[in-house]
């Protein structure tokens, strides 16, 4: 497995610079139907650089981008927080996965990706599998973190 590193630089939006030590996977979607790996990797750089100031809902980040065709992006490293679920950040290793179907469906191509980036990490960080959910629901999605 490729992963291509784009990081964006530390900076008050999406990438603190807070270490922190990968216990968990948490995979999420990108709820942007169509949206590939780099446009999204460009995204967060836009944030990165204060594209965005005065909307906190933007101010997000993520390990590990897996885009439509099983392209692997990291944009934050392994060893630092990434935004992606509030007050659960710490510890977590986040994952968004692209998808073109109006339906959420990941793309095979994508399945497969993230499956081997999930063993990777679960081997190289000794993150044992664990019973897991299915949330549409961020609110829920907290409760049970």
């Known amino acids: 497995m ?10 008050k939006y999406n990438r603190p610079g807070s270490k922190s030590t990968p216990k968990r996977i948490c995979v999420h979607y990108t709820r942007q139907a169509g949206t590939d790996a780099d446009r999204l990797a460009l995204f967060y750089s836009n944030v990165a650089t204060g594209r965005f100031p005065n909307k906190p809902n933007n101010w997000t980040s993520t390990q590990y981008i897996v885009g439509l065709n099983g392209k692997v992006i990291r944009v934050v490293p392994d060893n630092e927080t990434a935004y992606a679920a509030s007050g ?36 190289k960080y000794n993150i044992p599998t664990a019973a897991y959910e299915t949330f549409t629901d961020p609110e829920k999605a907290l409760e049970y973190l």
């Open 2 to 11: 490729k992963i291509i590193d784009k990081l964006i630089p530390i900076n």
């Open 88 to 123: 659960k950040n710490a510890g977590t290793l986040h994952i968004e996965v692209c998808y073109s179907k109006a339906s959420g469906e990941f793309e095979t191509a994508s399945m497969s990706a993230l499956r081997e980036l999930v063993q990777y990490l679960m081997k």
